[in-house]
């Protein structure tokens, strides 16, 4: 099993930035991706940004890129995402999971979610 704990969310304006961060613990070494994912209040939970813990490469959903980074530390099984120049559509629980597309479709492990909060 792998455990993910979230952190670093906010009530914050439009156009703040927050770095979410997302700590595993367990059996990490079963773990070749990570990411986030987030739902809106009423729509369906989507993928956000996701990496590969092995060779660093990153992927992200179009509604977020140039302004979403993440970024993982290894020796701290630890994955990061910057979030910038918020907007009230970035408003939803963020959730860390494990692993992530496009390497499976579905997550196995999730975390209990950290809330983002944009005001206009």
């Known amino acids: 099993q792998v455990q993910l704990v979230e952190s670093g969310g906010g009530l914050v304006q439009a156009g703040a930035s927050l770095r979410l961060s997302c700590a595993a613990s367990g059996r990490t070494f079963s773990v070749v991706s990570m990411g986030w994912f987030r739902q809106a209040p009423g729509k369906v939970r989507e993928f956000v940004a996701g990496?590969?813990?092995?060779?660093?490469?990153?992927d992200y959903a179009d509604s977020v890129k140039g302004r979403f980074t993440i970024s993982r530390d290894n020796a701290k099984n630890t994955v990061y995402l910057q979030v910038n120049s918020l907007n009230p559509e970035d408003t939803a629980v963020y959730y860390c999971?494990?692993?992530?597309?496009?390497?499976?479709?579905?997550?196995?492990?999730w975390g209990q979610g950290t809330t983002v909060a944009v005001s206009s």
């Open positions: 990496i590969n813990l092995i060779s660093g490469s990153t």
């Open positions: 999971a494990a692993p992530v597309p496009p390497y499976v479709s579905t997550p196995n492990y």
